[in-house]
């Protein structure tokens, strides 16, 4: 599918794609070094910096979910790779992993941060946001939702004290078969969502389609022309 017929099919808009290039051991902090890079890496970093271009535009608040119609759309890979977009910006930029069930983004950091702590005690926020442009906040994993970790009120007071200290909070919420992802984004500004391509639009998609479209809050969607998503 093209973008122009994902925006015809979903009557929601369609911001950018992406082709994550089939390399096994590709970094995404690998992209944004200065080294000679492939075509297939610099058109990576070109797409992911349209992307972040086209979010700004729009997009005017501070805590922004990722999410997608299936598993394994590549969420992770967005999401990660759209927070060193801004962080290559001079932007201080916090990446949440809200994924509980799939937290790829929480195997790939050797932070100490966790979502469990960050949202019941006194997490040392302060001291990693102020030494590095770029902050991520894991998970333990497991069948657990948002709610059952604290009370909505909690929830809200850790993210406004993460907004004073960031310029962007990105969070990958988990795909939109669970109500978990739904429970992430009642606390964010703004949506975008991953599509893979050639997937298709059944009867359950339709409903997060429309989802999407009466909350308010999407941005639009980011077509993913991987043959494998991550």
Do not use: C
């Amino acid at each position: 599918i093209s973008p122009e017929g994902l925006a015809n099919k979903t009557q929601l808009p369609v911001i950018g794609d992406i082709t994550v290039p089939d390399i096994p051991s590709l970094n995404i902090n690998d992209i944004w070094k200065d080294d000679a890079q492939s075509p297939q890496i610099t058109g990576l970093k070109s797409d992911l910096s349209s992307i972040r271009h086209e979010i700004e535009t729009s997009f005017k608040g501070k805590v922004l979910a990722v999410t997608s119609l299936s598993a394994e759309d590549g969420k992770a890979f967005l999401a990660t790779g759209l927070a060193f977009a801004w962080v290559m910006t001079n932007r201080r930029v916090l990446i949440i992993d809200g994924n509980f069930s799939s937290p790829t983004i929480s195997g790939q950091t050797s932070s100490k941060l966790y979502v469990e702590d960050f949202l019941k005690t006194e997490s040392p926020l302060v001291t990693a946001a102020n030494s590095s442009s770029l902050t991520v906040i894991k998970n333990r994993g497991g069948d657990v939702s948002l709610m059952e970790i604290t009370t909505p009120e909690m929830i809200a007071q850790k993210l406004g004290i993460a907004k004073e200290m960031f310029d962007l909070i990105i969070i990958e919420t988990g795909d939109l078969k669970s109500n978990h992802s739904r429970e992430w984004i009642s606390f964010a500004d703004g949506i975008i969502a991953i599509f893979n391509n050639g997937q298709n639009i059944g009867k359950q998609a339709k409903i997060n389609v429309s989802y999407l479209k009466e909350s308010g809050l999407f941005q639009g969607w980011i077509l993913n022309n991987s043959n494998s998503a991550r």
